[in-house]
């Protein structure tokens, strides 16, 4: 799976386990997610891929965290 900016992506291993992200950015192998709340989009938390289970959705249009914490809390509902 090709990992790109705005997807989001579940947690299945660490502390955040079974949580939901969004992916911020790319580098060298690893990928920055955030959710808004304990990961703010100023503060990323780095991430091996192999530890993420993506979606087949992407999210545009979250410039801000609080925009971040409603994408995320609608895209759980659904679920």
């Known amino acids: 799976m ?3 900016k705005g997807l989001v992506v579940k ?3 660490g502390r955040d386990k079974e949580r939901f992200f969004i992916i ?3 580098d ?3 990928v920055y997610i955030a ?3 304990t990961r703010p989009l100023e503060r990323p938390k780095k991430k091996n891929p192999m530890h993420l289970n993506a979606t ?3 999210a545009e249009d979250v410039d801000t965290n609080r925009k971040v ?3 995320l809390a609608e895209f759980q ?3």
């Open 24 to 26: 911020t950015d790319i």
């Open 35 to 37: 959710d808004g709340k």
């Open 56 to 58: 087949n959705t992407v």
């Open 28 to 30: 060298e192998g690893f």
């Open 11 to 13: 947690a299945s291993a």
């Open 77 to 79: 509902q659904k679920c």
């Open 69 to 71: 914490r409603r994408f």
């Open 2 to 4: 090709e990992y790109i």
